[in-house]
C-alpha cells in the first residue's frame, strides 16, 4: 500500500483532474507528509495489525509510558479513551492492549480509516456518513461478543480547544455505555497526556467561526503525528467500572461522566 495523492485525485475527480493546478496537488503531498508516510507503510506491510501499529511507532521513534495497564484482572472490556492526538493514540492504544492481550482486540473507528490495509485486521468500521450497513452491524456484534478487548473513542473526533483555552474532547457519544451494558462489559477509563500543536487547534477554531462544516483541520493531522516522533506518549490506566452500574436509562448523560472521569485522572503538574 502506498499513498499516492496524484492518483487519488485522478481516479476520484477524473473530470476537474486536468483543471486541479499541479502546484495544488504537490501543496497537497507536502502537507499530508506523502513520502513519510509511505516508508512508515512500507515498515508496516506484511505484519498482523498489531505488529504493524508497533512497527510504526518504531519507525517514529516513539515510546509508549503507561501505568496501571498491569493492575486489571481478566476480564473482557471496554476500553474509553480521550482521542488528543487524532491517530498516533488510536496506533498506540493497538500496540500498547494488543501486546498486553495476545493481539485480540478490536478497534471502532470511522470506516474511512479502512483504507488503511494493515491495520484492518483490529478495526471495525463505523459509517459516519450514511446508514450503517448490515454487514457491518454483525461484525460489530460478533466483536462485542467474543472475548476480543474492545476500544473505542467516544467523541469520534480528536480533541479540539474548548472555548476557556483548555483542550479536550468534544461531546461523548453514548454507544460506549449502551454496548458495555447490552454486552456485560466492564468500562476501562484511558487517559493520553498529550496534545497537537496550537496551529492545529487554532486553524480548526476559525474553520468553525467561519462556518465551514467540513474539517478541513484533518488534513494536518498526518503532519501533527509525525511531529511527535522521537517522542513519549502517556497513558493512564484507570480502574474498571463494573457495566452493573452503569445508569443506562440516561446513557447520555452517563456517557458525559465518564468523560469527567477521564478527565479527572489528568496528571497534575508540579
Known sequence: MRIDVDKVLRERLPKHYRRI??????????????????TILEKMAGKNSVDAATAALDEMGITIDATGLDRLPDGRYMFVSNHPLGGLDGLALISLLGNRYDHRIKFLVNDLLMAVEPLRGVFLPVNKFGSQSRAAA???????SSDAQFITFPAGLCSRMQPDGTIADLTWQKAAVVHAANYQRDIVPVYFDARNSKFFYRFAKWRKRLGIKFNVELIFLPKEMLKQSGSTLHAIIGEPIPWTSLDTRAPKKQAALLRDIVYQMKPTNP
Open 21 to 38: 493546478p499541479r502546484f495544488v496537488i504537490h501543496w497537497l503531498e507536502r502537507t499530508i507528509c506523502q513520502d513519510r508516510l509511505n
Open 138 to 144: 454483525t461484525q460489530i456484534d460478533e466483536a462485542l
